[in-house]
């Protein structure tokens, strides 16, 4: 079984939607969670960061953490064509993160 | 904002070429990571580099490369000869400290894209 999971996609969507990402992970042992932002050929860009079980959210974006079930999400509300990236999950406990293989999104206008 | 500046942006050479990528992380950060992207693949970590050491390395990062912080700015990644599987994007990364529950929350440059031919 593969640490993390990620549904690659590509997930459409038209503007002003409700977007679900999620990642599934196999190590108890990761502490913080992550979801970075990626345009093409350029670095990720951090979103979001928790370190616990729950929600955070910040703007339009909400994380979501369940330890129980290893399994993170992060929603986007009021979906916008600046939007369309790659998100990606990523997930540590010591000094180096691993990550999802991405989802692509594409906000349609 | 401050950023974490590589260069160069993209570098072609040939097999079995020597290669330096160089990063320029933010001023007050401790503790610095290279990782790679295979075009089309995941982000996968390479290295961590802390006080002048190695912290940690992935299986990846084999005897072909190497790290060093030459200088108080910079933080370079050596290949010493290229293979083709070594094409890929390069991203160094940089935070100021572990944080709480060492917490890696990494600032990522816009990355070095490696060709080799």
């Known amino acids: 079984q593969k640490e993390v999971e990620q549904d690659p996609g590509p997930l459409s969507v038209p503007e002003g939607a409700i977007v679900s990402l999620n990642c599934t992970y196999s190590?108890?042992?990761?502490?913080?969670f992550m979801w970075y932002r990626q345009y093409s050929r350029k670095g990720p860009e951090l979103l979001m960061y928790t370190y616990s079980s729950g929600n955070k959210e910040d703007g339009r974006f909400t994380a979501q953490v369940d330890k129980s079930s290893k399994y993170i999400s992060l929603f986007i509300r009021d979906s916008q064509p600046s939007d369309s990236a790659t998100y990606l999950c990523?997930?540590?406990?010591?000094?180096?993160?691993?990550f999802g293989s991405g989802t692509r999104l594409l906000v349609r206008p | 904002e401050p950023e974490v500046t590589q260069t160069p942006s993209h570098q072609v050479t040939q097999m079995g070429q020597e290669v330096i990528l160089r990063c320029v992380p933010i001023?007050?950060?401790?503790?610095f990571y290279w990782y790679r992207q295979i075009l089309g693949q995941k982000v996968e970590f390479l290295v961590s580099f802390y006080n002048n050491e190695i912290s940690e390395k992935s299986e990846i990062f084999d005897d072909q490369f190497s790290v060093e912080r030459p200088d108080g700015s910079n933080f370079t990644l050596k290949i010493r000869s290229t293979k083709l599987e070594d094409s890929a994007m390069y991203f160094c990364?940089?935070?100021?400290?572990?944080?709480?529950?060492?917490?890696?929350?990494?600032?990522f440059g816009a990355g070095s894209r490696l060709t080799v031919l």
């Open positions: 990523a997930m540590g406990s010591s000094y180096k993160l691993i």
């Open positions: 990364a940089s935070i100021p400290n572990r944080g709480l529950g060492g917490a890696n929350v990494l600032t």
């Open positions: 190590n108890s042992a990761f502490q913080y």
């Open positions: 001023s007050n950060h401790l503790y």
